[in-house]
């Protein structure tokens, strides 16, 4: 049975981040970087959705979207989100919160141009969040992004980027037997982070 307790973490927690997502990538079969993300309008009207992380630092976690999406709006508008890890085979899910940032272009660029062809069209051709009269529209679509940009050469498009969350806190969960769960969090304060138990 796997435990988590203040001795065996590491203080720093992209460091201890890093270490479960490595084992999330032994172990897992499906897309151990896919999480949720919890986004909110204005109002405080709350949404969520699972998006791929692309990579992280101390900078902060990374996704790409289409930047004219629904939670690409919400974020424009109130750029905080709250990210979701959930690793069943493993009984550890991992909470991040914090403010958001729009990745520069050349980053955004650098990561579109390792995408396969197909969805790069993709990404063109999907106006996302958007309503469509069809499928045949979305297809369509697609027939005349690919006569616009023959061959292999598709470029970022203009309405298209990467976020980056800046976590202000984590907390790493570790399911445990008769629900009593191990909860660690770590909340920024100053260039530290203070550790704190919270109940199950
Ligand atoms: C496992 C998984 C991974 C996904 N990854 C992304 C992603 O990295 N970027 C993205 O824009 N949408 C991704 N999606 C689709 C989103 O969940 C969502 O449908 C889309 O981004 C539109 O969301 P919005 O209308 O709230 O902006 C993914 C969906 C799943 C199920």
Not at 71 to 100: D, M
Not at 107 to 135: D, M
Not at 147 to 160: C, E, K, M, T
Request: aromatic residues 12%; glycine residues 8%.
């Amino acid at each position: 049975m796997r435990s988590l307790n203040e001795q065996e973490v590491d203080r720093n927690p992209f460091v201890q981040f890093q270490h479960w997502f490595d084992e999330a990538v032994r172990v897992e079969t499906i897309e151990p970087n896919a999480m949720v993300l919890a986004t909110s309008s204005p109002g405080g009207l709350p949404s969520a959705r699972m998006v791929l992380l692309k990579g992280f630092d101390e900078l902060g976690f990374l996704f790409f979207t289409n930047a004219e999406s629904r939670k690409a709006e919400e974020l424009h508008r109130n750029p905080h989100a709250a990210l979701l890890f959930y690793w069943g085979e493993l009984s550890r899910q991992v909470r991040i919160e914090g403010e958001v940032e729009a990745a520069s272009r050349d980053e955004s660029e650098e990561y579109f141009s390792t995408r396969p062809l197909e969805s790069r069209i993709g990404a063109w051709a999907s106006k996302q969040s958007s309503v469509i009269p069809g499928r045949e529209y979305l297809e369509e679509r697609v027939t005349r992004i690919k006569q616009q940009f023959p061959g292999n050469d598709v470029p970022l498009p203009p309405f298209w980027g990467g976020f980056r969350v800046k976590p202000a806190a984590f907390e790493f969960w570790q399911g445990r037997e008769n629900r009593l769960h191990d909860r660690l969090r770590y909340s920024r304060q100053g260039e530290g982070w203070v550790l704190e138990r919270l109940s199950p």
